[in-house]
């Protein structure tokens, strides 16, 4: 994943995770999501959202181990692999040390992202609303606002 430096993302699957996420987030819960798909060239191609077996939680999602280890199962069935999670905050954005800590994403150059206000933002052509940290080197980094527009292109 560290080699990754364009990531695709089309409009539908971006608009279907808000749509997942508010769902919830209706409910006043937080969920998390993960964009899967196909590399190449140092090219991401995101192919679809997944939701896994999950408890929500206001404050928290919760996936067991061994939901993460079906994930990966699927993962390795469909000869995908997973890019970045992606989980609402009922207020504002950031990863929480329960975030650092508990990942489900744990290759080194994986994304996580953190959609504020559970999920009730407006879709538009880019990250901009959201968070976005990338592990490197053991550490979730914040990655700043150009550096993710370079990175995620959404058409
Ligand atoms: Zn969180």
């Known amino acids: 994943m560290m080699s990754i430096t ?3 993302l089309s409009v539908d699957i971006y608009e279907k995770t808000i749509q997942i996420l508010r769902e919830y ?3 006043l819960l ?3 999501v993960l964009w899967v798909g196909i590399e190449s060239n140092n090219v991401f191609n995101i192919k679809e959202v997944w939701f896994p077996n999950q408890a929500n939680s206001p404050i928290s999602y919760y996936v067991t181990d061994i939901d993460v280890h079906l994930i990966n199962v699927k993962l390795n069935q469909k000869k995908y692999s997973a890019i970045a999670q992606i989980h609402t905050h ?4 950031y990863h929480s040390n329960i975030d650092d800590q508990y990942p489900i994403m744990v290759l080194p150059g994986s994304f996580s992202i953190v959609i504020p206000e559970l999920g009730k ?3 538009q052509k880019n990250l901009n609303a ?3 940290y990338r592990l490197i080197f053991g550490d979730w980094i914040l990655q700043d606002r150009k550096e993710v527009n370079e990175i995620f292109k959404i058409e």
């Open 6 to 8: 364009n990531i695709l």
């Open 121 to 123: 933002i407006s879709v």
């Open 90 to 93: 009922p207020g504002s954005a």
């Open 25 to 27: 987030g209706n409910e």
């Open 130 to 132: 959201m968070v976005v």
């Open 30 to 32: 937080e969920a998390l």
